[in-house]
């Protein structure tokens, strides 16, 4: 079967390339095309446009660059109609791929959602919506399927692709020697994978290094970022700067300094104690404030359904707030308590198998079509 892809940042590539890999598993005469990266690359097919030309953060940032973002719509479409797939998978990256399902619709086009948009965090209404455009959905957080249900809509939980990812990692043993690291504690700093996220947050962070000398701060980069973006640091003492081997950052780490997303919750199933950062521009937070509806910015805290690390939002994201809750990470009861938490966190997520399990829901759904 002909499978087009659609996902738009460097997660989503990676997520949707282990989908990619567990397709072919299934269906032998697979073929792919798709938007996304070199990971999705990786497994074959033809890569229509980098996720690098689609990352688009915040209000005021889509805003700015709504005719570019049209234009990729616009292109998308007329590929998807000259290409003419047995479905179209669409993967996390809502403000893009919606607007892809409402087409899809219209054209009888099969549509498939994995990593669903959030829309339990702000404009509920839009569930209404994907029950409409999207044949079917895998979600990947527990309470996803008991919130699409207040719409009388079915959708699959098939797991955490990330728990999947932790299973079967295997740390570098070399790591430290490689990358010439002290004997100190290591925090890590992930400040995020978008130009934006590193604009507002990584010289926040940074700021921290000259009160904590007995620690070595480790900058988990990506590489798909201009290397311009972390010179300013890499000369720093007690600082060093570590491209794309983010998990053996967190193999390593005392404590960690995390941009709200999908990393605060990699952080906690590395089991490492975090305060989570996130400062945007001001018309982008006000407009948002107006719109989140959900109790807690971070992933972990909602899977938990209560607080269990602290959220440093806009505003509050100062350099003494970050130094106090710091100093709180390093202490081995505040440690403790923290990593307890996690481990009832993570007994809410507990299924393995993620990309397999949505690869087998994709197969047989399209193959009942034929």
Same mark, same amino acid.
């Given at each position: 079967?002909?499978?087009?892809?659609?996902?738009?940042?460097?997660?989503?590539?990676?997520?949707?390339?282990?989908?990619?890999? #567990?397709?072919?598993?299934? &269906?032998?005469?697979? #073929?792919?095309?798709?938007?996304?990266?070199?990971?999705?690359?990786?497994?074959?097919?033809?890569?229509?446009?980098?996720?690098?030309?689609?990352?688009?953060?915040?209000?005021?940032?889509?805003?700015?660059?709504?005719?570019?973002?049209?234009?990729?719509?616009?292109?998308?479409?007329?590929?998807?109609?000259?290409?003419?797939?047995?479905?179209?998978?669409?993967? &996390?990256?809502?403000?893009?791929?919606?607007?892809?399902?409402?087409?899809?619709?219209?054209?009888?086009?099969?549509?498939?959602?994995?990593?669903?948009?959030?829309?339990?965090?702000?404009?509920?209404?839009?569930?209404?919506?994907?029950?409409?455009?999207?044949?079917?959905?895998?979600? $990947?957080?527990?309470?996803?399927?008991?919130?699409?249900?207040?719409?009388?809509?079915?959708?699959?939980?098939?797991?955490?692709?990330?728990?999947?990812?932790?299973?079967?990692?295997?740390?570098?043993?070399?790591?430290?020697?490689?990358?010439?690291?002290?004997?100190?504690?290591?925090?890590?700093?992930?400040?995020?994978?978008?130009?934006?996220?590193?604009?507002?947050?990584?010289?926040?962070?940074?700021?921290?290094?000259? &009160?904590?000398?007995?620690?070595?701060?480790?900058?988990?980069?990506?590489?798909?970022?201009?290397?311009?973006?972390?010179?300013?640091?890499?000369?720093?003492?007690?600082?060093?700067?570590?491209?794309?081997?983010?998990? &053996?950052?967190?193999?390593?780490?005392?404590?960690?300094?995390?941009?709200?997303?999908?990393?605060?919750?990699?952080?906690?199933?590395?089991?490492?104690?975090?305060?989570?950062?996130?400062?945007?521009?001001?018309?982008?937070?006000? $407009?948002?404030?107006?719109?989140?509806?959900?109790?807690?910015?971070?992933?972990?805290?909602?899977?938990?359904?209560?607080?269990?690390?602290?959220?440093?939002?806009?505003?509050?994201?100062?350099?003494?707030?970050?130094?106090?809750?710091?100093?709180?990470?390093?202490?081995?009861?505040?440690?403790?308590?923290?990593?307890?938490?996690?481990?009832?966190?993570?007994?809410?997520?507990?299924?393995?198998?993620?990309?397999?399990?949505?690869?087998?829901?994709?197969?047989?759904?399209?193959?009942?079509?034929?």
């Amino acid at each position: 079967m002909k499978y087009y892809i659609i996902a738009g940042e460097r997660s989503g590539d990676l997520h949707a390339a282990n989908l990619m890999a #567990e397709l072919k598993n299934l &269906d032998p005469q697979a #073929e792919f095309r798709y938007w996304g990266g070199d990971q999705m690359s990786a497994q074959g097919g033809t890569l229509v446009k980098h996720y690098k030309d689609l990352a688009f953060m915040g209000f005021w940032e889509v805003f700015k660059n709504l005719r570019t973002i049209r234009k990729f719509l616009s292109d998308c479409k007329s590929d998807i109609l000259q290409w003419k797939p047995d479905g179209v998978v669409l993967v &996390d990256y809502a403000g893009f791929n919606l607007r892809i399902a409402s087409f899809l619709k219209e054209n009888n086009i099969p549509s498939l959602y994995y990593i669903t948009p959030k829309v339990w965090a702000w404009n509920t209404k839009r569930a209404y919506k994907i029950k409409k455009n999207v044949d079917r959905m895998f979600v $990947i957080l527990p309470f996803e399927k008991e919130f699409f249900k207040q719409f009388d809509y079915e959708v699959e939980y098939v797991g955490n692709p990330l728990l999947d990812e932790i299973r079967k990692f295997i740390p570098n043993p070399n790591f430290s020697s490689i990358h010439q690291l002290t004997d100190k504690q290591i925090i890590a700093i992930l400040p995020g994978s978008r130009k934006q996220e590193i604009e507002h947050m990584l010289g926040k962070m940074m700021e921290l290094v000259s &009160d904590f000398p007995g620690y070595e701060f480790v900058i988990a980069a990506v590489s798909s970022l201009p290397k311009s973006y972390y010179s300013l640091y890499e000369n720093l003492p007690n600082v060093k700067v570590i491209y794309d081997q983010t998990y &053996d950052v967190l193999t390593l780490a005392k404590a960690a300094l995390v941009t709200s997303g999908t990393a605060t919750l990699e952080t906690a199933l590395f089991n490492v104690p975090q305060v989570m950062c996130y400062k945007t521009s001001a018309l982008t937070y006000i $407009i948002g404030k107006q719109l989140v509806v959900i109790p807690y910015y971070s992933l972990p805290n909602l899977v938990a359904e209560k607080r269990i690390i602290k959220e440093l939002v806009q505003g509050e994201l100062t350099t003494a707030n970050l130094k106090s809750e710091l100093k709180l990470l390093l202490t081995e009861s505040y440690n403790a308590e923290m990593k307890i938490n996690y481990a009832e966190m993570g007994s809410k997520m507990n299924k393995p198998n993620a990309s397999a399990n949505t690869a087998k829901g994709i197969f047989n759904y399209l193959k009942q079509l034929k």
